[in-house]
């Protein structure tokens, strides 16, 4: 189909038609617009049609060519007859069922992922100069409209847009132009936006550090770096001959941050060619610091910029959950999410592909079909399985798409749930090939108890069978269906007695009589649908209250009327072609699940490519970071209670919410996905102990290992305790197994619950010695000293150490005399290298403190035949003699652990990589540590209450 894009010769908006409705006239679709357009080839902006997507937007995906098409009913065809799955009501679904039913939404899919795109990266703004989706009164002029009043399908002649009207639905709740309802008097979301203009404020550009390039860097540089990363020789491809200023530096501040940590440990120059003196080093790395580094905070704070965010798997899970009530973990089909900066919840790496906005789809269906019943809702339970539907056990096989062949004792199972004591009524679809005396017959169970059968007739002759179940009381039943008396006799002279009977099963269906009262429908059902059509109130009445409240919910702020009729439209719809006002319901449901303003955290700026202008965020926006930082997921009502009175932004209010929210359950959250990603606990399913070096390693204890580290943590973080406690702590979570695996006392203890004991007695303190960081930074046979020290390095000190250059060689095994060298003195070996002894002098003894314990984290006096010597010097001259001691040391140097925390927590908190102007934010936070005990809520308090935090500006670098 070809299609026409005419601009609004008052407001400037555009709009496309297709080409059969040239000549005719409409409306702008801006509300407050409304201007009269004559739909004429010279007023087009195309001297040619368009075929497909506009010129002004991405082309649109195609949907999976494997996708059915939406069955074409007309409006007398009410599928409301037609039986449906069981999986589509509640329980397991299956693939091949989906695909099967009809949804409203899925023909739209490629458009809405289209529309999608282009949201996220242009058209979220509050000024837009493109609006081709229609506000929802001017589908009546631009739309196809029937005799009704109400859009039709787009056979008829009137005017349609692409998609017709669920794609003016879709595609504006999935993030069309940003508008404020005009309403008679000031909305919510137009206090919202006065409160931006008034919370604006310039963001000035920070000075360039007075630095003589040439003198404090250039000379240094060509003294001891140029003939090797020059113009003639580029060494590593380090090239540093283009470099003149310190903006120059800046715009690769990687490679000049690496260059100074290498110059910082005597890496380079390399040990066979002129070095600088040690003033010269740290006066040409100090420089270096200060150059890439300096930020006045003096200033008004540039608070950054946060890509818009999709919601990770997780996040959506507990959206979900939180939103309509129930945990189905749909993300488990979604594509794994990227990682940046340690966290897979930064924006920049949160890519969406067209096949995981299917799965959104999917997603969303498979949401409406486990939260809101349909026909249960207005009319007896009825429910059918078929084909993969049922669940095959023993020897019964699916033949083809529909049928169950049933040889020797074969059966298949269904599960099902009523909400109401019914009689029911079960049928059977089945053929049998007979033999022998009997005909082939089936049994029926219920829930473990024979309650009929069934004879099948004839000789491959389908045909339904009826049986009445005895009374079923409300809740989930197991019913099954099974061949019972199979005969195999292929050598007897008598004809009737020869032969292999078997069964056929097509169809299994139940039938009740009674509706289910509102009031034992689901709660995830009352929730949503608290409202019915009756003779006070309309089908719209109902779908506007329902909706205007659940999208709100969903996009975590005030809707827009505009927004709400939409979604309105498609209840309409969907009535119109004879469906029930629920399943009116589920398809506007659907398409809120879809829209970017649910898929995406949406923060949106007046001036959203301006970045010397900051505001402060409003309290729904607060709110939503809040809620996704402490808990991965949606705001809850007291938060949305105190947003919507503006008072979540006062200072005891946030306190108070903060201290609320780490206090909930929903806090587990953070613990999971913060601390089991700073902790690369997540890495522990990666890690394979070789079998035959480590015999009593399994499944259980790697569970136990993660459930101990993450039990800590969330202690820690619910009774406040100083961050050094995940350093220091003089206690640890264990069960019975765990605590045999480590060789502590475990006769009071089980392997159900997790209990405190105490480790004052024990060479253990806090996480360091938990055996999931243990067995995290060892190999598979032996402990790896230089994976533990590189781990405390990054995670626990937050150095980053240099990579290894090229060509490291391997440990050797054998010493002079051939004698064989403990794991100490391989390394011994190995430092003495020059090369290799810069990097090894900082890891290797922060590894040696903990070779006291396996690479399975139990402890041990001798490795194989040698004595484990735990003792060790550090760079700095402080020395130690096993974990107790070095722990004692690592806990001590609290001012970089602070630094590591809130720099850590922070990214993890705005879901971006920190730069340089964020030094202010972490200086407020460790100073707000420090004075207040560096207790676990002092540091969530004053990263909520940081700029970076509760501020935004526009995108770009200022100039």
Known sequence: MQYWTFPCPRCGSRFKIAAQHLGRNARCPQPDCRTRIELTRENSLEANPQSGASRHKPPRLSPRTDRPTPDKRRP?????????????????????????????????????????????????????????????????????QGENGLPTNGNGDEPTLVGAAINAVADDTVGGPIELAA???????????????????????????????AQQIGEFTKTYCIDCHGPDAQEGGLELHNFDSVESMRERRKTWKHLSQLVTISAMPPVDLPQPSEEERQRFVQTVELALNYVDCSQVPDPGRETIRRLNRNEYNNTIRDLVGLDLNLAKDFPTDDVGEGFDNI????????????????????????????????????????????????????????????????SVKAKFKNYVEDHYELRVEAEAQQAGPDLARLEITLDGQPVGHVDIEGERQTKEYHVPLPLVPAGEHHLEVAFVNDYYNPKSDDPKLKGDRNAYLTKVEIAGTQPVPFDRLPESHRNIIFCRPDETSSPQDCARRIMSRFASR????????????????LVTMTMA????????????????????HFLFRVEIDRHPDDPSLAR??????????????????M??????????????????????QIKRMLRDKKADALVENFGGQWLNLRNLDEIFPSKKVFEGFNQLLRSDMRKETETFFAYVMREDLPLSTLLEGEFTFLNKRLAEHYGLPHDNLNNDKFEKVSLTEQPRRGVLTHASILMLTSNPNRTAPVKRGKWIL?????????????GVPELEEKGKGKKKLSLREKLAAHRADPGCASCHNQLDPLGFGLENFNAIGQWREKDGEHPVDGSGVLPTGETFNGPIELISILSGRKEPFRELMAEKMLTYALGRGLEVYDQCAIQEITNHLNKNDDRFSALVTAIVNSDPFQKRRGEGEQK
């Open 577 to 596: 072609e004879g469906e029930s006002f629920e399943k009116g319901i589920q398809h506007a449901v659907q398409a809120t699940l879809v829209s970017p």
């Open 554 to 569: 969903a996009f975590r702020r005030p809707v827009r009327n505009d927004e709400v009729e939409r979604l309105v439209e």
């Open 794 to 806: 990054e995670n626990i000190l937050g150095e980053e150490p240099p990579p290894p250059p090229p």
């Open 347 to 410: 924006g920049d790496v949160l890519s969406l592909s067209p096949i995981l906005f299917e799965k959104y789809i999917e997603a969303a269906e498979r949401v409406t079909d486990e939260a809101i019943l349909d026909e249960m809702a207005n009319s007896p339970h009825h429910e059918r399985w078929q084909g993969e539907d049922l669940e095959g056990s023993g020897a019964a096989n699916l033949q083809g798409k529909e049928t169950w062949a049933m040889a020797s004792k074969g």
């Open 76 to 144: 007398t065809e009410s599928p409301r007859h037609r039986p449906t799955t069981a999986s589509s009501r509640r329980g397991k679904k299956k693939a091949s069922q989906r695909r099967r039913r009809t949804s409203i939404v899925m023909p739209f899919a490629a458009i809405i992922l289209g529309l999608l795109v282009t949201a996220v990266s242009t058209a979220m703004w509050w000024n837009t100069s493109e609006a081709e989706i229609p506000q929802h009164d001017a589908a009546v002029s631009i739309l196809a």
């Open 635 to 656: 705001p809850d009502d007291e938060l949305f209670s105190l947003a919507e009175k503006n008072q979540l932004h006062y200072q005891t209010v946030l306190e108070s």
């Open 183 to 213: 309403t008679g008097k000031e909305s919510a979301l137009q206090a919202l936006a006065d409160r931006q203009a008034a919370q604006t404020e310039q963001v000035p550009l920070q000075p360039i550090p007075n630095i003589d390039f």
């Open 616 to 633: 402060k965020i409003d309290d729904y926006e607060l709110a939503s970071r809040l809620s996704y930082f402490l808990w991965s997921s």
